[in-house]
């Protein structure tokens, strides 16, 4: 299983940016899809989670009412749209992929068993 995101760029405070994530190597829609990101110094961090049956979404609070996930069944593809950008948001980006995903390890790093290269997104004020 490879991912591959895209998207990445900088922006000022206040607009949008929409991330995108291929999978290719084995069948997307068996796949739980999440990004999460990671600031300089800090800890990789829970952003964004949507469910491989069903498409139930789910979010972290520092994006939740800003940040949309959605998935594309037919072209192996997840994105991130991203709106209302702060500084704060600045991080690189990794798209991951779980085989088996349940709600209590969702916001977990080590639930997820494939991971994307990452992607930077710079906010600037």
């Known amino acids: 299983v490879q991912l591959q995101a895209c998207g990445g760029g900088l922006v000022q405070a206040g607009g949008s940016l929409r991330l995108s994530c291929a999978l290719s190597?084995?069948?997307?829609?068996?796949?739980?899809m999440g990004w999460f990101r990671q600031a300089p110094g800090k800890e990789r961090e829970f952003v964004a989670a949507v469910k491989g049956s069903g498409g139930g979404t789910y979010y972290g609070d520092s994006v939740k009412g800003r940040f949309s996930i959605s998935r594309d069944n037919a072209k192996n593809a997840v994105y991130l749209q991203m709106n209302s950008l702060e500084p704060e948001d600045t991080a690189v980006y990794y798209c991951?992929?779980?085989?088996?995903?349940?709600?209590?390890?969702?916001?977990?790093?080590?639930?997820?068993?494939?991971w994307g290269q990452g992607t930077l997104v710079t906010v600037s004020s």
């Open positions: 991951a992929a779980s085989r088996s995903l349940i709600i209590t390890t969702i916001r977990s790093v080590s639930a997820y068993h494939y």
């Open positions: 190597g084995s069948t997307f829609r068996s796949y739980s």
